[in-house]
């Protein structure tokens, strides 16, 4: 079954526990953290107290991306018994292979994240490294903006490459994921879609949550 990872940089903070609660019983099986550092992005959010404060408030494994400048001096704040990825952005790593392995050294599975303009090409020779590449489908920083359709073609690529050469990689999509592409970008290889907006923005989150990953996972009503 394909994931659903509700990102609660959209979440109401004065509630993070519940907000994180909710999505669980919805159904979801990732929880997605985005910390930003004001420096790789023009932006502050959430640091590892926040996070494991939700220890104990879910269950759900944390899908930590680290949208941060030196993510070898910070990914080992991020280690817990609930995170199951540390992603790091491969523009912010000057020897990504070598902090590749010292994520998977922490003893949690190691992701590469893309910006939108970043080519494949820069992750090819370090994907026996990954356990999970992360696609940007809109330029790091904020909640809520638009999907960038290019990155259905990256997603393609990845998927066509990992066949080819055997990987085991999960795929990961990351901005502007909604009901009205979901399917598409599962269709086109995705095996985890971070969703924000989308799923904190509803009026009826459990709902939400339900209706995505039906979509995502081609089980919605009126589909096979
Ligand atoms: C953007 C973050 C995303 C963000 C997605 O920089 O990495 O995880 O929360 O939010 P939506 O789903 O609203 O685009
Ligand atoms: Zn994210």
Redesign the pocket.
């Known amino acids: 079954m394909k994931r659903l990872a509700p990102?609660v940089?959209?979440a109401d903070f004065s509630k993070l526990g519940e907000e994180a609660a909710a999505v669980e019983r919805a159904g979801a099986q990732l929880l997605?953290i985005?910390v930003?550092d004001g420096r790789f992005?023009p932006n502050l959010t959430i640091g590892p107290a926040v996070m494991k404060s939700l220890i104990g408030r879910t269950s759900l494994p944390f899908d930590v991306?680290l949208?941060i400048s030196d993510p070898d001096r910070y990914a080992p704040l991020f280690v817990t018994e609930q995170t199951e990825f540390i992603t790091v952005h491969a523009e912010a790593c000057t020897h990504l292979h070598r902090t590749l392995q010292s994520v998977r050294s922490l003893g949690v599975k190691a992701g590469v994240a893309l910006n939108p303009a970043t080519p494949l090409s820069t992750v090819e020779y370090v994907l026996e490294l990954a356990d999970l590449v992360l696609v940007?489908s809109?330029?790091?920083?904020?909640?809520?903006?638009s999907f960038i359709p290019s990155s259905l073609k990256k997603i393609r690529q990845l998927a066509d490459l990992r066949r080819a050469e055997g990987y085991s990689f999960e795929i990961e999509i990351?901005?502007?994921?909604?009901t009205a592409n979901i399917a598409e970008i599962s269709s086109a290889g995705a095996d985890i879609a971070?969703?924000?907006?989308?799923v904190y923005?509803a009026s009826d989150v459990d709902a939400r949550v339900k209706h995505l990953l039906a979509e995502m996972n081609g089980t919605a009503a009126g589909e096979k």
């Open positions: 990102s940089l959209s997605h985005d930003m992005v991306h949208m940007m809109v330029n790091p920083g904020f909640g809520g903006q990351d901005g502007g994921v909604g971070v969703a924000g907006s989308a923005g």
